[in-house]
């Protein structure tokens, strides 16, 4: 039961951090805030008021079970009720008592916000960096007018509008914001003057912040405070953090958010350097998971706000954002490993050195892969001028872009015991993939790989296959 819980957990965590999930999301906050506007037009007592409320609060328990799901599976209650504590409120009206905090409903929109702001990052251009701030902007807007005309359409009747019921509300609220001063006339009671002195200090505060994002210092200042912060890491489960950046970055994104892989994978890239690599690629990449975190990714803090106790894989790279000699370089990426392996020892680990002479130092660290960049490249170049056109099949199946590629199957208890000649034909004819290697535990607890194993070689329950094929296959 014990080790169910965590797996369980994880598969929660999938779910409400899906794609399709935060979409639903954000339509059911604009649907309930909908649905509280309508209801407060309507005369209390009445059918269709009782019927919308019923509707309303049906949409608020499924964001008290949201918000359940989202604290079991946090790892830091404090920093949970940190980052949903508006959200908690908004939901206190199911209570009886609280039931005259209807509209504190309102306050997700700022949830809502938050989402759309992730999923706005898809655009490109000179615009790109200004759209966090407008989804700031527009939401502080909203949630200030809507909070206002609803509060003051139920609780407040002495202000004089020109427009009776919500509409003269809504109007009071928008030229209350925008004049800085009750236009439309003074509220008498205590409650109503409080919205309106709220209203003119939101309004000064809104569009202060707006004439602030013309220049380019607040723009850069909004912007860094938009795209990450500590609390948004302590939500990521199963992610890669990928430390340093050099050419092979670009490259390396495109992969990991290759055709194949999961909707919400996630990758945070550590650099010493202030914003997201400028050669980050758009193209083929969900940039709402591409993470930026600054800072030495040698230091065991930085790597522990980028979560690397629960991420599924660290990849070293020869970081070149600042100017160090290769020995240099080579020598953070071994201090790396080894703090990335202390802290976290079941994490797949991948490095890349200039020299191989400082492989040694990774394999006793416990890294799994160790890419030197120049030994390879040279046993390329060698192949080639061996086998002419052999880059043009190194290149259809070293990348998941196009073609085929490198898939790696575990072997399911019902395919023990077959021969690797029996599955090569099956997944040839039946798949049209090839059989290549088989990876095997030791006696020693690690893997021994048997690359073009023999035809009468014998499959066992866990072994892990890599095949070639255009998209991941199940034997």
């Not at 929109?109 to 989402?115: E, I, N, Q, T, Y």
């Not at 490109?124 to 527009?138: A, C, D, I, K």
């Not at 914001?177 to 109503?192: A, F, K, R, S, Y």
């Not at 790597?303 to 020598?331: K, V, Y």
Request: glycine share 8%.
């Amino acid at each position: 039961m014990r080790a169910s819980v965590p797996q369980l957990q994880r598969r929660v965590d999938r779910l409400l951090h899906h794609p399709i999930t935060e979409v639903v999301l954000v339509v059911l906050i604009l649907v309930s805030v909908g649905v509280l506007l309508v209801e407060v037009a309507f005369a209390p007592g009445s059918a269709q008021r009782i019927r919308l409320r019923a509707l309303g609060d049906a949409i608020t328990w499924l964001f008290v079970l949201e918000l359940t799901l989202r604290a079991w599976i946090a790892p830091r209650k404090r920093r949970f009720f940190q980052r949903y504590f508006l959200d908690i409120l908004s939901v206190l009206p199911l209570a009886q008592p609280l039931r005259l905090f209807r509209v504190l409903l309102l306050l997700r929109l700022f949830r809502a916000g938050h989402l759309l702001n992730r999923r706005i990052s898809v655009f490109g251009g000179m615009l790109r960096s200004s759209f966090n701030e407008m989804t700031l902007l527009m939401t502080l807007i909203a949630t200030f007018v809507l909070v206002g005309a609803v509060t003051l359409h139920m609780s407040e009747h002495a202000v004089l509008l020109s427009t009776e019921g919500l509409e003269g509300a809504l109007w009071f609220s928008v030229f209350t914001m925008l004049g800085g001063e009750p236009i439309g006339g003074v509220p008498d009671t205590e409650l109503g003057r409080a919205v309106t002195l709220a209203l003119m200090m939101g309004g000064m505060t809104v569009f202060g912040v707006f004439v602030g994002t013309v220049s380019a210092g607040m723009v850069t200042v909004l912007s860094r405070r938009m795209e990450v912060n500590e609390m948004d890491l302590d939500e990521l489960r199963e992610h890669v953090v990928v430390c340093g950046w050099n050419h092979a970055g670009p490259a390396l994104i495109r992969e990991l958010f290759g055709p194949g892989t999961s909707p919400s994978q996630a990758v945070v890239i550590i650099t010493e350097t202030d914003g997201m690599p400028a050669d980050l690629p758009e193209d083929g990449v969900r940039p709402e998971h591409v993470y930026h975190l600054q800072g030495d990714y040698t230091r065991v803090e930085v790597l522990e706000q980028a979560g690397i106790t629960r991420a599924s894989c660290a990849i070293l790279l020869t970081d070149h954002e600042l100017p160090r000699a290769p020995n240099d370089q080579d020598a953070r990426t071994v201090l790396a490993a080894l703090t990335i392996e202390r802290l976290a020892p079941e994490i797949f680990c991948c490095a890349q050195l200039n020299d191989r002479q400082h492989e040694a130092l990774l394999r006793m660290a416990g890294v799994e892969e160790i890419i030197v960049g120049d030994w390879f490249t040279g046993v390329i170049l060698g192949s080639v001028g061996r086998n002419q056109g052999l880059v043009a099949v190194l290149t259809d199946i070293l990348t998941t872009q196009r073609g085929d590629a490198f898939h790696k199957v575990k072997v399911p208890r019902r395919a023990a015991g077959r021969t690797v000649g029996e599955l090569h034909v099956e997944l040839k004819r039946d798949r049209d993939a090839i059989l290549v290697s088989i990876e095997r535990k030791g006696p020693d607890g690690r893997p021994q790989v048997t690359v073009n194993p023999p035809w009468a070689f014998p499959l066992q329950e866990g072994d892990v296959l890599v095949i070639i094929a255009k998209k991941r296959v199940r034997i």
